[in-house]
C-alpha cells in the first residue's frame, strides 16, 4: 500500500535510474542542482524549479554539488487530507512528468517548510499537503518559450551545428532575450539546454537501440566519438559504454 512522504534528500554525483510504480513524486530545488531525465524531457532541479514524475515514469539523476531537494511522494489518486475537493485536479497534476519554474510565493513556502521538516519531522504530512495544494491553487507562471517547437526542431538538426539565433528566431525572440528567457524558464543558458537535449537524446539511443557508439555521436551532433565520449561522461558521471552495459 502507497503512503504519502515528504523528507528532504541529498543526493551524490553517482548516476543512478529508477521508477517509482504506484506513486507520483514531486522533487523540489532547495540547493545546488540535481540533474534530471525522464521520456524525452530533462533538465536541472534548482531552487524556484520543481520537477513532477508521473507514477511509472523511469528517471535517471545524478548531482554534480550534492544537491540538496525537498521530496514529496503521494499516490496520484488518493488526495491529501483536506484536498478531497480538488482530487480531479491532483490527478492532472500529476499525470505527466515535466520540470516546472515555481511562483516566488510558492518558492518561500517550500523554503520555509523544508526548514520545518528538518526540525519537526512529524509535522511532514501536515507540510505535503499545504505544498500539493499550493501546486493546485496557484498554477506556476506560463513558459515564455514554446518548448515543444523548440524540442521538435532541435530533435529534427541535431545532427547538424545549431546557433543560438536558429533558436531564438523560431522563438520569435531576439538572442538576448532568448537566452533572459532560457534562464528564467529552464535555468541554463540555450547552449546548454542544447548540450542536455543532445545528451538526453544519446542516453536515449544507448538505451533503446543498438546503433554504434560512433552512428549515435554523429547522430547526436558530436565532430568525433571521442569528444562525444567526454562529454557523456562528464554529464552523465558515466561512460556510453558504461551505460550501454547496463542495458
Given at each position: ?130 505544498l500539493l495544494g499550493s501546486l493546485l491553487g496557484q ?109
Amino acid at each position: 500500500m502507497s503512503t504519502t512522504r515528504l523528507d528532504i534528500h541529498h543526493y551524490s554525483g553517482d548516476a543512478a535510474a529508477h521508477t517509482h510504480e504506484e506513486q507520483a513524486q514531486l522533487v523540489f530545488g532547495l540547493q545546488g542542482t540535481l540533474e534530471l531525465a525522464f521520456n524525452n524531457d530533462g533538465g536541472p532541479v534548482q531552487a524556484g524549479r520543481v520537477a513532477i514524475i508521473a507514477a511509472s515514469d523511469r528517471h535517471a539523476f545524478f548531482s554534480p554539488d550534492q544537491g540538496r531537494c525537498l521530496v514529496l511522494d503521494v499516490d496520484p489518486d488518493v488526495p491529501l487530507p483536506g484536498l478531497e475537493p480538488q482530487r480531479d485536479s491532483q490527478l492532472q497534476l500529476l499525470e505527466h512528468s515535466r520540470l516546472s519554474p515555481l511562483t516566488p510565493a510558492q518558492t518561500r513556502l517550500v523554503s520555509s517548510l523544508a526548514g520545518l521538516i528538518d526540525q519537526h519531522p512529524w509535522l511532514a504530512e501536515q507540510s505535503a499537503a499545504l505544498l500539493l495544494g499550493s501546486l493546485l491553487g496557484q498554477p506556476a507562471p506560463a513558459r515564455r518559450l514554446p518548448l515543444e517547437k523548440l524540442n521538435a526542431f532541435i530533435e529534427a538538426h541535431m545532427a547538424y551545428p545549431l546557433e543560438v539565433a536558429d533558436l531564438a528566431r523560431l522563438s520569435g525572440l531576439s538572442s538576448s532575450r532568448f537566452n533572459h528567457w532560457c534562464l528564467q524558464d529552464l535555468g541554463c543558458t540555450p547552449l546548454e539546454y542544447l548540450r542536455r537535449r543532445r545528451l538526453l537524446r544519446a542516453r536515449q539511443l544507448l538505451e533503446h537501440s543498438r546503433l554504434p557508439v560512433s552512428e549515435i555521436a554523429a547522430r547526436c551532433g558530436y565532430g568525433s566519438q571521442s569528444a562525444f565520449t567526454q562529454a557523456f561522461r562528464k554529464h552523465w558521471q558515466q561512460s556510453p559504454s558504461s551505460l550501454r552495459k547496463q542495458h
